[in-house]
């Protein structure tokens, strides 16, 4: 301003609204957006640090994402979770863990799995209703009717409650792996969780 002063120009300063609704500025904003979303190289510019960590995480995850479509490996996780969208919180009890990392890769010590690899002569579970397999487990199995209550009540809730969802049906994959669900936040997928680490710890079937 002083500057500009010396040299003799005269600087007015005035209040104007903000650019929202001039038309041209619009769509400058949209062809910017649309060059960040397309093209990720920035050219004789700068870019703020949060924006560039956030370029490269969303450009890891898309590469990592088409790996794990073309994998011929994991293909009982990717079943379960065909889309990785949050990190899993592990429950903090070791043998918890394991089991349901196994319930995971459907790969566990159910009568299923077991008469699979030849270590059972039966696929049936010993309550002798159905194959003991994950959604039995999870699902079924009347050896478990006390505890699942509990499981069944809270992910019920959440999905009624929080996601606005009647439709959505109570499946392993669900309590397995609730962020499938791409309605529920990241505090719902925690509860949904826990609740399936509860149901787990409590049935004290080392899987
Ligand atoms: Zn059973």
């Not at 995850?61 to 994998?71: A, H, L, V, Y």
């Not at 077991?114 to 039966?122: H, I, P, V």
Request: proline share 2%; aromatic share 8%; with cysteine.
């Amino acid at each position: 301003m002083h500057t500009l002063h010396s040299m003799d120009i005269r600087v007015s300063v005035a209040w104007i609204p903000g650019h929202r609704g001039i038309c041209y500025n619009e769509r400058a904003d949209v062809a910017a957006k649309e060059a960040l979303r397309l093209d990720t190289r920035i050219v004789n510019g700068s870019i703020a640090l949060a924006s560039c960590k956030r370029l490269v995480a969303k450009h890891i995850r898309k590469q990592w994402q088409t790996r794990w479509e073309g994998s011929a490996t994991g293909r009982a996780i990717y079943a379960r979770i065909p889309t990785f969208r949050r990190s899993i919180q592990f429950p903090h009890v070791r043998s918890c863990a394991v089991s349901y990392i196994r319930l995971l890769l459907d790969d566990t010590a159910l009568n299923a799995h077991q008469f699979r690899m030849g270590l059972s002569s039966t696929r049936v579970c010993e309550c002798g209703t159905d194959i003991e397999d994950v959604d039995h487990y999870l699902l079924r199995c009347p050896t478990y009717d006390s505890i699942r209550c509990d499981l069944l009540q809270t992910v019920q809730d959440i999905v009624t409650y929080c996601i606005h969802s009647s439709n959505q049906g109570l499946t392993a994959s669900l309590l397995l792996s609730p962020w499938n669900c791409e309605d529920a936040s990241k505090y719902d997928c925690s509860e949904m969780l826990a609740a399936t680490y509860q149901f787990i710890h409590k049935s004290t079937h080392h899987l």
